[in-house]
C-alpha cells in the first residue's frame, strides 16, 4: 500500500513569490492534515481536509490556504512568501471512517520550502 | 500557557534502562493522545495511541494518562540505541491534532 506522497520534495522560493504544495494520501484515506514545521515552533497544525471541505484551520494567516479534490488529493498554496516561510510542510492522512479525527496520522516526506 | 508541554530535552538514558518522557496539556475537555517517534530527518510516525486513564502497552512502550493532571507520559523499556529519536506528545483538541514541541532522546551505548 503506497503511503503518503508529497510534491515537490524541495524548493526554493524569493519574497513575494506563491508556492504550491501537493500531497497524495493512502488510499482510503478521506483526512489530510498540513503541518508546518521548523525548529523553534515544531509541529504547527495549519488546516484539515475532509471530504473536500476544510474542517479545521490553525492560527496562520490568510496567506496559507489549502483545498482537496474529490479524490482526496490535497494542495496547499502560501502567497506572497516570506523569509519566515521557510520550514518544513507535512501533510498527514487519516482513515477517518466514521468523521472525527482520529488522530492517527500517516505523515508524508514533506516538502521543504526555503524562502530568500 | 502553551497546549501541549514537553521538556526538549535531550534526555540521555543508558542502553537497557528504562526511559520515561513526560507531556502536560493544557485542554481539559482533550479526549485523546498520542506519542508519534521522529527520526533525524524523517518524518513522525505514530507509535501510541490512549484515551483512558491508566496505562496501555505494546511491546517495549507503555503510554499512562492521567487526565486529572492533565498529564501524559511514555516508557520505554530495556532502550535500544534505534529508540534515539525525538518523541512527539500530541492531542486532540476540538478535532484537531496539536503536537509539542518534542522531547530528544538519546540512548547511550
Known amino acids: 500500500k503506497a503511503g503518503v506522497t508529497q510534491t515537490p520534495r524541495y524548493l526554493i522560493k524569493t519574497r513575494g513569490q506563491q508556492v504550491t504544495l501537493s500531497c497524495s494520501p493512502i488510499?482510503?484515506?478521506?483526512?489530510v492534515s498540513w503541518y508546518q514545521q521548523t525548529p523553534g515552533q515544531g509541529l504547527q497544525f495549519l488546516f484539515e481536509?475532509?471530504?473536500?471541505?476544510?474542517?479545521n484551520k490553525g492560527n496562520f494567516p490568510g496567506r496559507f490556504s489549502g483545498r482537496q479534490f474529490s479524490n482526496s488529493r490535497s494542495e496547499m498554496n502560501v502567497s506572497t512568501l516570506e523569509l519566515g516561510d521557510s520550514a518544513l510542510y507535512l501533510c498527514?492522512?487519516?482513515?477517518?471512517?466514521?468523521?472525527?479525527?482520529?488522530?492517527?496520522?500517516?505523515f508524508g516526506e514533506g516538502s521543504r520550502l526555503t524562502v530568500l | 500557557q502553551k497546549e501541549v508541554e514537553q521538556n526538549s530535552g535531550p534526555l540521555s538514558v543508558p542502553e537497557g534502562a528504562i526511559a520515561s518522557l513526560n507531556c502536560t496539556y493544557s485542554?481539559?475537555?482533550?479526549?485523546?493522545f498520542f506519542w508519534y517517534r521522529q527520526y533525524s530527518g524523517k518524518s513522525p510516525e505514530l507509535i501510541m495511541s490512549?484515551?483512558?486513564?491508566g496505562d496501555k502497552e505494546d511491546g517495549r512502550f507503555t503510554a499512562q494518562l492521567n487526565k486529572a493532571s492533565q498529564y501524559v507520559s511514555l516508557l520505554i523499556r530495556d532502550s535500544q540505541p534505534s529508540d534515539s529519536a525525538t518523541y512527539l506528545c500530541?492531542?486532540?483538541?476540538?478535532?484537531?491534532?496539536?503536537f509539542g514541541k518534542g522531547t530528544r532522546l538519546h540512548i547511550l551505548p
Open positions: 485542554d481539559r475537555v482533550s479526549q485523546s
Open positions: 490512549i484515551y483512558s486513564n
Open positions: 488510499s482510503g484515506h478521506r483526512s
Open positions: 498527514a492522512s487519516s482513515l477517518n471512517v466514521q468523521g472525527p479525527n482520529t488522530g492517527e496520522l500517516f
Open positions: 500530541a492531542v486532540n483538541r476540538d478535532d484537531k491534532i496539536i
Open positions: 481536509y475532509f471530504s473536500e471541505t476544510q474542517r
